[in-house]
């Protein structure tokens, strides 16, 4: 016999929590891949497209590049969000992938650098969609005392999904011709996005989004598909702030600071790991030209990274997420002050380099890795929950085509130390913002 719960975010966690969890991850598995794609790409590109040293404008030409995704998510991320509060979660994120699937296609085939900006631009509108939208799906259907986890877990699935490349472009670089390499990472990308649309036609709308439009009993039948799985029924609607969904909302005077925490916060963040992660090969290749080495070797960087994830599951919860970005940011900062100072006086090359990463990475993935993402899906109400955290993913991505056209022309024109301090001086922005406007969600309801 189904006992009585009264909320959605009351259920214990079930299998069918589980599985909304797992479909609505991999569309930032997707994410995760797909981004990771030019990194190794680009090692072959420079030949490919005649963008060696010399020639004139190429590191420029390689930045442009590396940003043109980041571009196209600028656009795709505010506006599909936007049009995910309005028209619901499930009707946009079909509509992103099939936008995904096209123009990594003709990504992968494209014969020159025009076709190639032009066609990640276009891809990265669909990719920028999937951000907003899983973010509010996991936010929407967890339980409150653990959704913090499953946000962090989601967000998490983009790393899994750069993991996952770099290991499936070690058989392409081995014995795939080396004019086309590239070219197939690019068509394997194009093949996630279609099985993730296959598997996600059937979940169910969000039971939040259908209540702020009043439409209550689709909210309860939505509810209790989750509930069933878990034995028991719902029979109480969320408490959802009714209202429109405008952008401009997002600056009036109850939401503005939280507006610009949420903003300048994953701009700091993506500034610097964006440009680490784009180019870690291409620093690694600098003093070895085994490609298969220079993959391995950044594989090796994921390691602290996995270590941050499970501190910051375990804490979390227990802590709280406003404590974890402070020490992310704060952390990194440190330490990349140390190593800085370290390669004034000592010429260790990639060992500063991996480790001065590496340190970096453990540091972002205890905080504000998984909690930039985290946060805008929790503080913001039903209405604009989507709007917000596709503002908040357009600015990061300012963040990361700052950061993918600066860092390559630090990297290959100065000494690394320069990199370090382009590190430090957005690790420090992160800290002040969050120290400032952060607030604490853990265990609070949704609205």
Do not use: Q
Not at 17 to 33: C, E, N
Not at 56 to 71: K, L
Not at 108 to 114: A, E, K, L, V
Not at 306 to 333: D, H, N, P, Q, W
Request: proline content about 4%.
């Amino acid at each position: 016999m189904l006992t009585v719960h009264k909320r959605v975010d009351e259920l214990p966690v079930n299998p069918f929590f589980w599985k909304i969890t797992m479909l609505s991850s991999m569309g930032i598995f997707m994410d995760g891949y797909v981004l990771s794609i030019y990194s190794i790409a680009i090692l072959y590109m420079r030949s490919y497209f005649h963008l060696v040293s010399g020639t004139p404008f190429y590191v420029y030409y390689i930045a442009f590049m590396g940003s043109s995704v980041f571009i196209g998510m600028f656009f795709g991320s505010i506006i599909l969000g936007n049009l995910s509060d309005k028209y619901g979660r499930k009707k946009i994120y079909e509509y992103d992938l099939v936008i995904t699937i096209l123009f990594l296609i003709l990504t992968g085939i494209s014969s020159n650098i025009t076709e190639f900006i032009i066609f990640e631009i276009l891809a990265g509108i669909g990719i920028g969609a999937d951000y907003p939208i899983s973010s509010s799906i996991v936010a929407e259907f967890s339980p409150k005392n653990k959704r913090g986890r499953f946000l962090v877990l989601n967000i998490f699935s983009w790393t899994i999904g750069g993991v996952v490349l770099l290991l499936i472009s070690i058989p392409v670089i081995l014995y795939a011709p080396v004019a086309i390499n590239w070219r197939i990472l690019y068509l394997t990308g194009a093949i996630i996005p279609f099985l993730v649309l296959l598997s996600r036609r059937n979940l169910p709308e969000s039971p939040f989004w259908l209540t702020s439009k009043g439409r209550n009993s689709e909210a309860l039948k939505s509810s209790n598909e989750l509930g069933k799985s878990a034995g028991v029924n719902v029979d109480e609607l969320p408490d959802v702030e009714k209202g429109t969904s405008k952008v401009s909302d997002l600056f009036s005077k109850k939401y503005l600071y939280y507006t610009i925490f949420v903003s300048v916060a994953w701009f700091s963040y993506d500034v610097s790991s964006y440009g680490v992660w784009e180019y870690t090969p291409s620093a690694f290749a600098f003093s070895n030209s085994n490609i298969v080495m220079v993959v391995l070797a950044t594989l090796l960087e994921d390691v602290p990274v996995f270590i941050g994830f499970l501190i910051c599951m375990y804490y979390v919860e227990k802590t709280g997420r406003r404590s974890l970005e402070l020490i992310g940011f704060g952390g990194a900062a440190v330490s990349l002050a140390v190593f800085a100072a370290l390669s004034d006086y000592i010429a260790l090359g990639l060992l500063i380099i991996f480790f001065s990463y590496a340190t970096m990475h453990l540091f972002h993935n205890m905080g504000p890795a998984n909690l930039t993402y985290d946060y805008p899906a929790e503080i913001f109400p039903t209405r604009i929950r989507g709007t917000a955290m596709g503002f908040a993913t357009s600015v990061s991505r300012i963040g990361a085509i700052t950061g993918t056209i600066v860092f390559p022309i630090i990297l290959f024109t100065l000494p690394f130390t320069y990199v370090l301090i382009f590190l430090i001086i957005f690790e420090i922005i992160g800290f002040s913002i969050t120290f400032k406007f952060a607030p604490e969600p853990m265990n609070k309801s949704l609205d």
